[in-house]
């Protein structure tokens, strides 16, 4: 999700799998090199299934020709990937994509590709926190493999900013009050959109989700699938329906958790994501309230306004930390609060840090609003998810308002988030700097002619509102609902059995959940 640009702009990286302990240690005491899982060190190469490298075009036939050569990585296996810079131009410069597996851990079937979000978030990551993402059957049935799409992580990641020019860009305040913030606010935005192109070149309009998608069947034919089996989270539900939408005919097994409405416009998007965060918050304060004793009030309302009467706080007066050299600006205690809200398990740390707060110490919604922009304890980001988010949205869905626009669509965003609207509206601008253009339209999707397509949904999902499952499964031509009553973000191994089993039936054994299954 990271700043909320006007498009589909939601967040699944792998801190959100993490179990409580693992996410304390980060939040304590930085982020690892993201190598480490548990696994076997090799699995048995398959023979390519047949016709699984052939090119949809002849000019592509050195792509997807190509051989992964693995090495090891810590416990996993990686190799590199050469796919065209532009599709268009098959023959001019490549981008070199990082791919990371798992060994399966039992009798293999196959190769499950996996996404989690952002975009940006780097798919190496996720697929090498394989056993804190996925539950044994699938561990034991497939090689799970990730890969840092084009643009992302260590796959020719796009910059658009220094490190202390990002650090200003995420702490600022991200819903201007006055004339000069204001002017700062687009300053930024333009500088950022200008960065992009300033410091990345060519590749900085060639980091679309269309080009992600065409790369998946490239890295489809190398794992020498005939069809490619996909698990996609958050924005990886939008990546998975694309390369649906293009090539139905390789679809094998497919899961999209979390889903993105790629039916509506990106106000609309924003407007209903807004809604989703403030249900989220609600579910945390009720819950704060039920236990009796809340350090936020005695009611739902009182512990609302105590929540938004601090961030207006912040805002006003920047609070000291641990850091000598860092306050808490507005930016970072927004970050700070809606990064529990995406794992119920994480709002043990939202009590804290918010507690804190009240008392006068910003250090643990640093820390927090850190993790969730990837920024390290001595001040270096581990990835460019920040700007590739930017980058990948604004591309694939290049529309903007105007600053001076904003106030007349306050009241709307306002009335579906009275906590977090103002951000989310003036989200409404963030592409107005974007410089890049993207060299191939976004298809209208509806994947005819594809394989079973399960789509799950969360009834109190914050990033991606239960809605969007609902539409997207109605989009695609073969969509299957399946739906989960809970909160946080993403449905599979949340602790709700009827999911867990459902989506490992489907990818394990080929078994189709009855559509409208809810859970």
Sequence with gaps: MKRWVAAAVVLGLVYLAMGAGAFAALVSLGNDDGTGSTGSTSSPSAAPEPGSTDAPDPGLERFYSQELDWSSCGDNQCATLAVPLDYAHPDGDTIELAVLKVPAAGDRIGSLVVNPGGPGAPGTDYAASASSVFRQPILDAYDVVGFDPRGTGSSDPVDCLSDSELDAYVAEDPDPDTPAEVSDYVRNLDALGRGCVDRSGALASHVTTVEAARDMDVLRAALGQSELDYFGASYGTKLGATYADLFPERVGRMVLDGAVDLSIGPRQLSL???????????????????????YLGDTLQ????????????VDAQPLKTDDPDRDLQVGNAFYGVVLPLYNRDYWTYLDQALQA???????????????????????????NSTEANYAINCLDEPWSIPASQVPANLPDFEKASPTFGEVFAWGLTTCGGMQAKATEEAPTIDAKGAAPIVVVGTTRDPATPYQWAQH????????????????????????????????????????????????
Excluded: M, W
């Design 472 to 519: 997207l499964a109605a989009q695609l031509d073969s969509g299957v609902l399946v739906s989960r009553d809970g909160d946080g973000h993403t449905g599979y191994n949340s602790g709700n059995r009827c999911v867990d089993t459902a989506i490992e039936d489907y990818l394990v054994d080929g078994t189709v959940p009855d559509d409208g299954l809810r859970c």
């Design 357 to 383: 707060g009240f008392d006068g110490d910003g250090s643990l919604l640093l820390r927090l609003s850190d993790v969730y922009n990837s920024r390290d304890q001595d001040g270096s980001y581990t990835d």
């Design 302 to 313: 009182e512990g609302l306004t105590r929540i938004k009467t601090f961030l207006d706080q």
């Design 272 to 294: 209903e994501q807004a809604a989703g965060f403030e249900t989220a918050l609600r579910a945390y304060v009720q819950d704060c309230v039920d236990q009796g004793d809340c």
